[in-house]
T-cell receptor, first 111, second 115 residues
Framework: DAKTTQPPSMDCAEGRAANLPCNHSTISGNEYVYWYRQIHSQGPQYIIHGLKNNETNEMASLIITEDRKSSTLILPHATLRDTAVYYCIGPGGSTLGRLYFGRGTQLTVWP | GAVVSQHPSWVICKSGTSVKIECRSL??????MFWYRQFPKQSLMLMATSNEGSKATYEQGVEKDKFLINHASLTLSTLTVTSAHPEDSSFYIC???????????FGPGTRLTVT
């Protein structure tokens, strides 16, 4: 089972930054943190992953605390199309390439 | 970006029949493919992992004789739901991974309804 804790839901105004937290306090030193999202009735979409350094790509930024026990996914300018369930996958959640999804956070972006 | 397709996107079948779902990686070679199932308002549940040319590895509680998985090539994996029953109605999603990539790429899913 995925050993991560995420808030079940969050809201964000369009154009503002969406900051999605994730606790993964049992993560070990060589385990990556992955973020995926799933828009309603579609397959999940890969967003970003990281080990210990902050990461940024065209979709989002990932901030990982120095002790690696938590991370925050940042969507810098949320749009309505970013409304989705966001999954943080951490310790025990990625084994030999397998992904074990938790409940995730339902992000709703409102106009 | 990497694209994974699934066919069909939705299927309705009668109880007792078998249904085959295809998963294809369109622009990369998938050394590993995964099959997930998702019931309404629930998260994705990993069913099995398949590597090209070898037998699939099933997660605990998933019946291997009911959910037949074949990964015959580096771009195609199939899931056959045998003797389907209404409780097998679900959203089936595949994903594919290349050995050199950390991330998985997911197909759009197949909605199976068994009547």
């Amino acid at each position: 089972d995925a050993k991560t804790t995420q808030p079940p839901s969050m809201d964000c105004a369009e154009g503002r930054a969406a900051n999605l937290p994730c606790n993964h306090s049992t993560i070990s030193g060589n385990e990556y943190v992955y973020w995926y999202r799933q828009i309603h009735s579609q397959g999940p979409q890969y967003i970003i992953h990281g080990l210990k350094n902050n990461e940024t790509n065209e979709m989002a930024s990932l901030i990982i605390t120095e002790d690696r026990k938590s991370s925050t996914l940042i969507l810098p300018h949320a749009t309505l199309r970013d409304t989705a369930v966001y999954y943080c996958i951490g310790p025990g959640g990625s084994t030999l390439g397998r992904l074990y999804f938790g409940r995730g956070t339902q992000l709703t972006v409102w106009p | 970006g990497a694209v994974v397709s699934q066919h069909p996107s939705w299927v309705i079948c009668k109880s007792g029949t078998s249904v085959k779902i295809e998963c294809r990686s369109l622009d990369f070679q998938a050394t590993t493919m995964f099959w997930y199932r998702q019931f309404p308002k629930q998260s994705l549940m990993l069913m099995a992992t398949s590597n090209e040319g070898s037998k699939a590895t099933y997660e605990q509680g998933v019946e291997k004789d009911k959910f037949l998985i074949n990964h015959a090539s580096l771009t195609l994996s199939t899931l056959t739901v045998t003797s389907a029953h209404p409780e097998d109605s679900s959203f089936y999603i595949c994903s594919a991974k290349s050995g050199i990539l950390y991330e998985q790429y997911f197909g759009p899913g197949t909605r199976l309804t068994v009547t």
